[in-house]
């Protein structure tokens, strides 16, 4: 430091104008400085022609003429390289010379009290929220939070002159602004606090668009829809417009919402060209800013991590059956005689164990009314979301009829399966809800598919990599309507942690007809017979080894539906089944003393879908509400 001063020697230059013109923008009393502390400061600062800093000298300090002495301090050698201590380099350290007018040079009390209220703000932001002057009013028309503008740290640290510190808080994080970015380090949301060992805490870099992009204001967001109203593409090209002008300390800062109290980052975007309409200003709080910096949005976070699939086999399930099972009595807040309204924490915790497990069951639920209109499992659905329709309509029956056109509605035995998967995309949960059982056998069990397929693939990774890399094809072609699709029979993404949307594919009784080899065989020539069964031999293997996996005992969980059970599963991951069933005899019935209503079916369960994404809805809003989560 010190080479720097005596390559160019330290003066006092006149400063009056710069203090001149922060008073006149000063909202104090004193808007205009007193002409007699003008015309000092320009005679103090241009009477001074010799330099204040020069090397020391060996004589000790000795009075001046004005009463003032000159400290000379002792030389002194650095105790190592290129250390400052005394000065740089072995040199020591400079001194200050006399000042002529130490003795004659004075301001008035009232004058110096002028320039301390002159003076501009420290930008120094101590972490507490310190308020300084009101921020701007918005150029953009647009209504925001009342703010308030508080200060900004100095540099924080950074030996790089171009990164500028906003906030250094131990609670609140840091963040700084750097050429076209900023970057938040600091504490996740309380809503991204989620899966136990994952960090609490982030390290994001924020682009100018990224942020622009994120403006939350009326203009940008719709109040109403809470859409967008501009795209991405717009966003960059007006940051690429302003270069790194929007990065100047007067218009990116920290300001604090006077209602919530929260502090946040204030942006004002300049005009692009002469177009002072253009101009805009965004607020963003620190939660937003959070939120834009986690990894995934609030409500997948929750879900993937709060709620990780838990994979299952029977012993498993019954280890962790505390919340299988939940009464209609729990989940019914309303008066006797009133249609169902779901208790939200209860109606939380039967859809979290659904998610988590791949299965909930509720017992106790009303079976008097049947009809798909009136009956109360459409009750239960419409607590949740809407129910999906498809050409077996909202709700459906599961009977035994004659002449049936779905293997469902027999009495046979009904093997481990999944709904629908001839439709491009099957309904995710299934409802089924048991309003008459009163036949001779006829249990259901259910099995976690993602638990056998997990074991299926540690133990024959080969025939595993098959069922991954090829798709079965299922088909319906009956009763007037014909639809098909493939499907991987094991997902290439992981079991337990992969998407919401990770699914298996089995339905053997709807496993289109083997017209065509099911891999392709692009490197097998026709004239080559040995090779092209050796391929379809390989398939069939792996779907052998894949049924003996799932058929083991000890991954179903088996029980025989009351009347009243209603099971509530997941159709793409907890594969279902059904013993085969008979009617009682006459004398069965007198010995248990069965009721049989002619006309009637003995068995009769009643069933609806709904769509993943309605669940995942409901499952989100019911946590923001039950546990007060955000809503942003």
């Known amino acids: 430091m010190t080479s720097l001063v005596r390559a160019a020697p330290l003066r006092l230059r006149p400063i009056a104008p710069a203090a001149v013109r922060y008073a006149s923008s000063s909202s104090g009393p004193s808007k205009k400085p007193a002409k007699v502390l003008e015309s000092k400061l320009d005679s103090f600062a241009s009477s001074i022609e010799t330099p204040l800093l020069t090397n020391p000298v060996k004589d000790h300090p000795s009075p001046n003429k004005a009463g003032a002495q000159t400290w000379v301090p002792r030389p002194r050698t650095p105790s190592s390289p290129g250390s400052s201590a005394g000065g740089f380099k072995g040199r020591p350290a400079p001194v200050l010379r006399t000042n002529k007018l130490a003795g004659s040079f004075a301001l008035s009390e009232s004058e110096q009290r002028e320039i301390k209220s002159s003076k501009p703000p420290k930008p120094a932001y101590n972490g507490k929220g310190a308020t300084r002057k009101a921020a701007p009013p918005p150029t953009n028309g647009g209504s925001r939070p009342q703010l308030r503008a508080v200060q900004s740290s100095a540099r924080g640290g950074s030996s790089d002159p171009n990164i500028r510190t906003l906030l250094k808080s131990p609670d609140e994080g840091i963040i700084t602004v750097g050429p076209g970015y900023i970057q938040y380090k600091g504490p996740k949301n309380p809503a991204d606090l989620l899966g136990g060992s994952r960090p609490v805490t982030m390290n994001s870099i924020i682009s100018l668009p990224r942020l622009r992009d994120a403006c939350p204001c009326a203009n940008c967001i719709d109040p109403s829809t809470r859409q967008k109203n501009h795209t991405s593409g717009e966003a960059y090209r007006l940051v690429r417009a302003l270069g790194n002008e929007v990065l100047d300390g007067s218009k990116i800062h920290m300001a604090t919402d006077d209602v919530t109290q929260e502090h946040g980052i204030e942006v ?45 086999d029977r012993e498993t399930l019954l280890a962790n059956q505390h919340n299988l099972h939940t009464t209609y009595a729990e989940l019914n807040g309303a008066a006797p005689g009133q249609p169902l309204a779901a208790k939200p924490e209860v109606l939380l915790k039967v859809l979290e164990q659904l998610q988590i497990y791949g299965i909930a069951i509720l017992t106790g639920v009303p079976t008097d009314k049947t009809g798909n209109k009136d009956c109360e499992l459409r009750n239960v659905v419409e607590q949740i979301g809407l129910l999906r329709n498809t050409f077996y309509g909202e709700t459906w029956d599961v009977k035994s009829v004659p002449q049936a056109k779905n293997v469902a509605y027999t009495n046979v035995n009904l093997g481990l399966h999944m709904d629908l998967l001839y439709f491009a995309l099957p309904p995710r949960f299934q409802l089924l809800h048991c309003l008459r059982n009163r036949v001779i056998g006829g249990a259901s069990y ?12 540690e133990e024959h990774p080969d025939l595993a990599k098959v069922l991954r890399s090829n798709k079965l094809e299922y088909e319906y072609d009956n ?82 539906l009351k009347e009243g059970d209603l099971v509530l599963f997941d159709n793409q991951r907890t594969l279902h089944a059904r013993r085969e069933f008979r009617d009682r005899t006459y004398d069965e019935v007198q010995r248990d003393g069965t009721v049989i209503v002619p006309g009637e079916p003995t068995r009769w369960l009643k069933g609806a879908y709904i769509d993943g994404s309605t669940v995942w809805d409901k499952v989100v809003s019911l946590n923001d509400s039950v546990r007060q989560g955000p809503t942003a």
């Open 268 to 312: 004002h975007w300049p005009a692009v060209g002469e177009n002072v309409a253009e101009a805009h200003t965004s607020y963003y709080p620190l939660s937003l800013i959070r939120r834009i910096s986690a990894e995934r949005l609030r409500g997948t976070s929750y879900l993937n991590h709060k709620l990780k699939r838990q994979l299952w």
């Open 446 to 457: 259910f099995v976690d598919s993602f638990k056998a397929a997990a074991a299926f693939i």
């Open 479 to 560: 009763d007037g309507h014909y639809l098909s699709y493939q499907h991987h029979v094991i997902p290439t993404t992981p079991l337990a942690t992969g998407t919401l949307h990770t699914a298996v594919a089995w339905s053997p009784p709807f496993q289109a007809p083997p017209v065509r080899a099911a891999r392709d065989t692009t490197f097998t020539q026709p004239s080559d017979p040995v090779a092209a069964t050796r391929v379809e031999n390989e398939l069939y293997e792996a779907l052998s080894k894949f049924q003996e996996e799932l058929d083991k005992e000890k991954y179903k969980y088996e029980f025989l």
